[in-house]
């Protein structure tokens, strides 16, 4: 298969295309009967990258907002490779066991206990 470049914007593309994937421009004349208006695209690389592609607002939403609850957006992400998604997890497994610990501690040593030593 042969491959030309665009007019209009140089992306290389297949000769049997009617219009260009990148940037829209019409590369054959419009047959009879055809419509000639074309929706111009925006360039990829301009294009804000789904919120699964930031590594920084998983990693927020999986330590500071809904922890364990966040894993779904770390394994449907391609901001992580499968070691790291791995790593990830465990890591939140980890820290949420802490907080649930810490927890424990914080109501039974520091509230519970000085409640006992008042009743008595």
């Known amino acids: 298969m042969k491959n030309i470049n ?8 297949d000769a049997e295309d009617n ?6 421009m ?6 009879r009967g055809e419509f000639t208006r074309v ?3 925006s360039e990829p690389n301009k294009l804000r990258p789904p919120p699964l592609d930031n590594p920084w607002l998983i990693l927020m939403m ?7 609850l966040a894993l779904p957006m770390l394994w449907h992400g391609r901001a992580f490779s499968r070691p790291w998604k791995w790593f990830w997890t465990l890591l939140v497994i980890v820290y949420t066991l802490f907080l ?5 501690f914080i ?7 000085p409640l006992r030593q008042l009743q008595f």
């Open 62 to 68: 999986l330590f500071f907002v809904l922890g364990p």
């Open 26 to 31: 019409r590369l054959k004349p419009a047959e």
């Open 6 to 13: 665009c007019s209009h914007c140089r992306t290389e593309i």
């Open 107 to 113: 109501t039974v040593k520091m509230i519970l206990e």
């Open 19 to 24: 219009f260009c994937r990148n940037c829209g």
């Open 39 to 41: 929706q111009m695209v």
């Open 100 to 104: 649930c610990w810490l927890l424990w």
